[in-house]
């Protein structure tokens, strides 16, 4: 089972001498957008494209190695009008490196000045290669203080771009302060030197460049897109950004998903409660019953025998949003009519199953 940034299997779990299977989204409030965002990528609804079209306008600095996410964005667009990018007003500078300030006072101003832009991003161009914990920290620091004064603009951090020094490396260090500090602090990182260290098959690359050495290995062997230029790059590293900035938008804009546990196929929360009939039906002696909560609520899945006592409890507590599937074993009871029920806050609904050995 892959693990997702937004939703995990939380495991087995033993519910008296009873294996419970969970599938719950976990909704962290930090968004990291990585390697592993581009997975779910086509299964961002066209909703949620239109949303961020017409709701956000972006304040963008970045010199050569930020332009790759415009890149990026072009080349989506060009397969599929679907992704046509909302406003961006771009910004020929970067953050510099070792505590370097002079790109807070043009963003203060530009927003002083312009009250619909509400999304900010900067960009790295080496500066984290050579930089330091203080110089990291006051780059930190700086975004945290735009945000405060400027509660209504989203601030998306950013890692530096790869330089091939590997996990040893200072870029590495440098790059996981940042990580760390916004995983810690929930806000919204667009890992740059991630996407750039996995091919899409989830082969990590250590010691890559920004040149994406592995994009032209991948590339010889599958069909990739093409574009006039990815600066300092190949164009699949460019591709892949693109990606990973519509599924960051997408999760800032509320699109949430839930991981089936048994397909591992991702799709949109449930609009309603439901209990599904339970499978197999007739069944000897385990079987597994399947239900939805559009929101999270105190449930309890209950078993109960053909003169109606209460027999069993499969499950019960507090339970996330999302779709759960619950495995009963019944080995210790004859063949017979049973019936289950889930008590999810006001919802109640009651199935029918069939024990048969």
Not at 248 to 257: C, I, P, R
């Amino acid at each position: 089972m892959t693990k997702k940034i937004f939703s995990v299997i939380l495991g087995a779990t033993a519910i008296w001498g009873l294996t419970v299977i969970l599938s719950a989204p976990i909704l962290a409030a930090a968004i990291i957008a990585n390697h592993e965002s581009i997975e779910d990528f086509e299964f961002i609804p066209e909703e949620y494209l239109t949303q961020i079209r017409n709701d956000y306008s972006f304040y963008y600095g970045h010199t050569s190695h930020g332009s790759q996410v415009i890149t990026g964005l072009g080349m989506l667009y060009s397969e599929n009008s679907d992704y046509l990018r909302p406003s961006f007003h771009e910004v020929a500078d970067d953050l510099g490196t070792l505590g370097d300030t002079t790109w807070v006072a043009g963003t203060r101003n530009y927003l002083n000045t312009h009250s619909e832009i509400n999304a900010v991003m900067w960009s790295w161009c080496g500066g984290v290669s050579t930089n330091n914990t203080a110089g990291i920290n006051v780059y930190l620091n700086k975004i945290d203080e735009l945000e405060e004064d400027y509660p209504d603009v989203i601030f998306i951090y950013m890692t530096g771009h790869l330089d091939g020094t590997g996990t040893d490396g200072n870029l590495y260090a440098m790059n996981n302060l940042i990580r760390q500090y916004c995983s810690a602090n929930d806000k919204i990182l667009f890992d740059f030197a991630d996407i750039e260290s996995y091919n899409p098959d989830g082969t990590f690359y250590p010691d890559a460049s920004d040149a994406c050495e592995w994009c032209s290995t991948w590339c010889g062997s599958h069909t990739c897109p093409s574009c006039a230029s990815c600066a300092h790059s190949h164009c699949f590293n460019c591709y892949l950004k693109g990606k990973a900035w519509w599924w960051m938008m997408a999760k800032v804009a509320g699109w949430d998903l839930v991981l089936d546990a048994d397909d591992d196929n991702p799709s949109v929360l449930p609009e309603d409660y439901s209990l599904g009939q339970n499978h197999p039906n007739p069944f000897n002696p385990v079987t597994t019953f399947t239900f939805s909560l559009p929101t999270a609520s105190d449930i309890s899945l209950e078993i109960y025998n053909i003169i109606g006592q209460k027999i069993d409890v499969a499950a019960e507590g507090r339970y996330a949003a999302g779709e759960y599937n619950v495995s009963w074993d019944a080995g210790n009871l004859p063949s017979g009519v049973y019936f289950y029920r889930l008590l999810a806050d006001d919802f109640k609904e009651t199935r029918k199953m069939i024990l048969l050995k």
